[in-house]
């Protein structure tokens, strides 16, 4: 990660959108000088970097700019880059380099350690240990012990710590001072300082020849430390993606005319059958063709329990087949899996600028500059007020080192980082990281109604039978006749006899009257199932089933009748049965005051019984999707943010226009483009997962803003020695060192505690 010469990857093709992979950030500032080096290229309209992933998404014109040209601006800013164009491939790559990265700053830290060590004892150990500080004089004397000193500092400062000098020089002679420039000043400064009080003590004022080898060091090896803590933190903040393409198969068994051969999952093509054997992982997406099993989704979906499989179910690549084996044949492989798509979704959402750091951005740009300009007060106001030009030097050194950037550049990226890919490990995917911040603020959900708040589909849920009918058989004839209907009421009549386990009967003389109902002969008996407007006009008395009919129709549900031999035995009612997650999640949303609103094209009788169970207070029914859209167009005039809750088919045009859209995902496709967030499962509950973990997310991302600011509000004045004075506090260069180490990893570790988040009711938000 510290190689930044060379490219790793060159490429003349234009593309509109173009994600970078960037080695060598290491603060706020190192983004800062990205974004300009990619905004001053013509032909750039947008530029996001993160600090956290080490991407940047660049958006071209029209006519585009090379990727080569983009390439070698960063090069020329000291940044090496290359184009994510695979991204599982991309993770790779960053992950092994992550891993280098790690390596590189132990072995630099253990060796700066090694060598301030004994620095420290020579120093530190005589100010401690008056014995030890005589006998050093006594056989090495004032002037070799300063040269061995200054001979470990050097090997310090020119070994381990090169890497600050080949960055911030640099950087201070573009113009652009970064983390790494404080550092070099810091150190340089103090090491320049004891060298000239080595070599030509006589250029120095009466009594300042003092040395600060040790704390030139000490600095060194500390930031060390805190690089190679703050390196193993970063890469837990990506475990979520990288757990994920964990999941991913690295063979498949393939079945071919001479019979089964394992093939690296790289040679599976779409149309491919492939066999998968209990306790397997399943390779790709596919349609079960052979076979019956359950299969864990839990690691895609959240779902804790694993769903039955049998021939013309849809399964997914890397859910784990837990008993049974079957053969399915591949529908998508590669980068069109919904593995991919949710890898792809996540690392969208990641890298992705929230509004709230736009306050970062602009105190960022100036901050660098403006510690220079204190650290330079610092040091003329101390050597004209002061005791000289040694404790001017100290002040200055302390408040260069203390004002480390890092912990404010840090402080917005690695919450998203963490939050999104917890929330992908529960089956949430924010497709933008600015949902985030908008879905905290919700204060109204509006919500659709088939496939939303419904199972999307009729189901049979209430039989009122006359005197001496069985259910059993009746729903038997019922179903037989239903078969041979295409009508969903009809499906829904067949489907309840099939999870009763009741076989269907042979049927004769059937005949279906579009819109009214069918009749048919089943066992030597004539039956008629339909509305009332079918079968009274054929004489029938239905004025046994009136009142029942009649409450079953308040209840938004739609009556049926069933005549056997021209007699009324039955009324039953179909309806799109609520989902069993529907009441528990909006309950929830009251619960945290959130206002709740329907939008549907049903008719205005069955919406109205769905609101009023569920105790939604806002309705409009009978609405076309463009009619939906002018509706939450009046909504957000008077309420914002505001989410709208849709099946991502008809409700497109209202996942769009709401300030956030989300879609209740299938399962296999997360591709819904019109919405913001996208639910793995029809599961409601997830809507309230969701915002709760929005919440807990921006909560963490200001306690890190709190701390960053905080930090150097209070620490920097400490530095300048304003306290000294009046409360004789002062901050030395070595604990200021240690102060900005622990303030990024303060930072990291905060939003580290997003991975503990559980799904928990609005009211009580946690991250750990």
Known sequence: MEKCAQPLRKTSRTVPLVELLIEGMHCASCVQRVEQALRALPGVTAVSVNLATGRAQVRLTAAGVPVAELVAALTRAGF????????????????????????????????????????????????????????????????????????????????????????????????????????????????????????????????????????????VSLILVGRYLEAVARGRTGAAIRRLLGLQAKSAHRLTEAGEEEVPLEQVRVGDLLRVRPGETVPVDGEVIEGRSHVDESMLTGEPLPVAKEPGAQVVGGTLNTQGSFCLRATRVGADSLLAQIVRLVQQAQSSRLPIQALVDRVIRLFVPAVLLVALLTFGAWLLWGNGLSQALVHAVAVLIVACPCAMGLATPTSILVGTGRAAELGILFRKGDALQQLCAARLVVFDKTGTLTRGRPELTDVQLAAGVERGPLLQQIASVEALSEHPIGQALVRAAQEQGLPLLAVTEFVAEPGFGVTGRVAGCQLRIGTERYLRPLGLDLSSFAVVAARLAGEGKTPLYAAVDDRPVAVLAVADALKDSTPAALQALRQAGIGLALLTGDQQRTAQAIADRLGIGELRAQLLPADKVDVLRQWQARQRPLVFVGDGINDAPALAQADVGIAIGSGTDVAIEAAEVVLLTGDLRQVVTAIALSRATLANIRQNLVWAFGYNVLLIPLAAGLFQPLLGLQLSPVLA??????????????????????????GDQTAG
């Open 80 to 219: 090496a880059a290359e184009e994510v164009s695979d991204a599982a491939l991309a993770q790779q790559h960053q992950q092994q380099a992550a891993e280098q990265e790690v390596r590189q700053l132990r072995r630099s830290m253990v060796l700066a350690l090694a060598l301030t060590l004994p620095l420290v004892v020579l120093e530190m150990g005589g100010h401690f240990v008056p014995p030890f500080h005589h006998w050093l004089l006594r056989h090495l004397g004032p002037q070799p012990l300063f040269m061995l000193l200054g001979c470990l500092a050097t090997l310090v400062l020119f070994g381990p710590g090169w890497r600050f000098h080949r960055l911030g020089w640099p950087a201070l002679l573009r113009g652009v001072p970064d983390m790494n420039a404080l550092v070099v000043l810091g150190t340089s400064a103090a090491w320049g300082y004891s060298l000239v009080a080595t070599q030509a003590p006589g250029l120095l004022p009466a009594g300042q020849a003092v040395v600060y080898y040790e704390a030139a060091a000490v600095i």
């Open 737 to 762: 060192a240690l102060a900005m180490t622990a303030s990024s990893l303060c930072v990291l570790t905060n939003a580290l505690r997003l991975r503990r988040f559980r799904p928990v009711p609005l």
